[in-house]
C-alpha cells in the first residue's frame, strides 16, 4: 500500500467517525474549495471574493510533478466542497484518491476550452523544424496568459452559480470587474511589447509558452522537459543568443540558475527572476511584461 492510500485511508476513517452528514462548507458558512496552484487563488477569489475559502494544494516553492499533499491538506480535501483542476499531470494521480476521500467533492476543470500546447514547443527559432523540442507533454502553464485566464474565469464563475445559485448576481458582478481587469492588463502589456512582436526571450524553464503566443514573441528555453542542455545545445543557445543580442537570461526561482547562469556568463548577460506561480497573478505579469521589454530594448 502506497503512502497516499495509508493516509486516504487513515482519513477516511476520521471522516466517518466525525461526519455530521450535510455540505462541507466552512464554519464561517463560505464555500470551500480547493485549488492546484497559488495563480488560481487569486482567480477564485476574484470571483467569489467573501463567498470562498480557498485552500492552494501545492504550496509555493513546491515541484507540481512531485508534491504529496499533507495530512492537512488531505483534511481540507475532505471538507472541500470544489476542486478546480487546471490540467497538471499531478491532479491525474490525485483525483481518485481525493474522490474516495470526498464522495461529495465537485471536480471541475477549468481547461476544458483552452488549446493545450506542446510543453518547450519554441527553441532557436531558425532550428524549431530541424530540432525537436518537443517532446510530446503538454505545457501546464495555461494561467500565464490573460485570454486564457479570462476562459478559466468563466469556468469558475458558471460553476459557482451552479451550487451557490442565490449569489449569482454577486458572482456576476464579480466576473465583470475580473474580466475588466483582464482587459486592462492586456492593454498595458500590449503598449509595452507590440514593438517587439516576433522577437525572442530567453528563459532557463519554458514556462512561458502561452504568454508568448498571446503577445507576439518566441520563447527560447535553456531546460526542455525537465532535461539539462547538452553541450551542443548549449553551444547553439549562447550563438543565437549573441547573434540576437541578449542582454537577461531569465529564470524561474523554483528551479537551479546554474544553467541560466552558464549561458548568462558566455553572453556578458544578466540573470533575473521572473516568477510563474506569485501569488498577485495581476501583478505579476504587468512585472514580467515590464522586465522583457526591458530587456529587448
Not at 32 to 43: E, G, M, N, T
Not at 94 to 104: A, C, H, K, T, V
Not at 151 to 159: D, F, G, I, L, N
Request: with cysteine; aromatic share 8%; proline share 6%.
Amino acid at each position: 500500500m502506497s503512502q497516499m492510500q495509508k493516509l486516504t485511508a487513515i482519513l477516511l476513517l476520521l471522516v466517518f467517525m466525525a461526519c455530521s452528514g450535510g455540505e462541507n462548507r466552512t464554519d464561517s458558512g463560505r464555500i470551500a474549495i480547493l485549488v492546484s496552484v497559488v495563480p488560481q487563488k487569486y482567480f477564485v477569489e476574484q470571483i467569489g471574493g467573501e463567498l470562498v475559502e480557498v485552500t492552494v494544494l501545492i504550496p509555493p516553492g513546491a515541484s507540481p510533478a512531485a508534491y504529496e499533499p499533507s495530512p492537512s491538506d488531505m483534511r481540507r480535501v475532505s471538507e472541500a466542497d470544489v476542486w478546480f483542476t487546471i490540467g497538471l499531470q499531478r491532479e491525474n494521480t490525485w483525483i481518485p484518491d481525493f474522490s474516495s476521500l470526498n464522495e461529495q467533492l465537485l471536480i471541475a476543470s477549468t481547461i476544458t476550452e483552452v488549446q493545450r500546447l506542446p510543453i518547450g514547443r519554441y527553441g532557436v527559432p531558425e532550428e524549431n523544424t530541424a530540432h525537436d523540442h518537443d517532446h510530446g507533454d503538454v505545457d501546464p502553464h495555461v494561467w500565464l496568459s490573460p485570454e486564457l485566464v479570462a476562459s478559466q474565469a468563466r469556468v469558475v464563475y458558471e460553476t459557482l452559480c451552479d451550487i451557490d445559485p442565490d449569489n449569482s448576481d454577486i458572482y456576476t458582478g464579480n466576473l465583470d470587474l475580473f474580466l475588466n481587469e483582464i482587459g486592462d492588463l492586456q492593454s498595458g502589456i500590449h503598449e509595452l511589447l507590440d514593438v517587439h512582436a516576433g522577437e525572442g526571450f530567453m528563459v532557463f524553464h519554458p514556462a512561458w509558452g502561452y504568454f508568448a503566443d498571446e503577445f507576439n514573441l518566441i520563447q527560447i528555453p535553456i531546460e526542455i522537459s525537465g532535461s539539462e542542455p547538452s553541450p551542443a545545445e548549449m553551444a547553439r543557445l549562447v550563438d543565437f543568443g549573441r547573434s540576437s543580442s541578449v542582454k537577461v537570461v531569465f529564470v524561474s526561482p523554483q528551479f537551479s540558475e546554474s544553467s541560466a547562469e552558464t549561458v548568462a556568463d558566455e553572453l556578458n548577460a544578466g540573470v533575473i527572476f521572473i516568477d510563474p506561480l506569485a501569488p498577485n497573478w495581476a501583478a505579476n505579469l504587468s512585472l514580467v511584461a515590464g522586465e522583457l521589454a526591458a530587456a529587448m530594448e
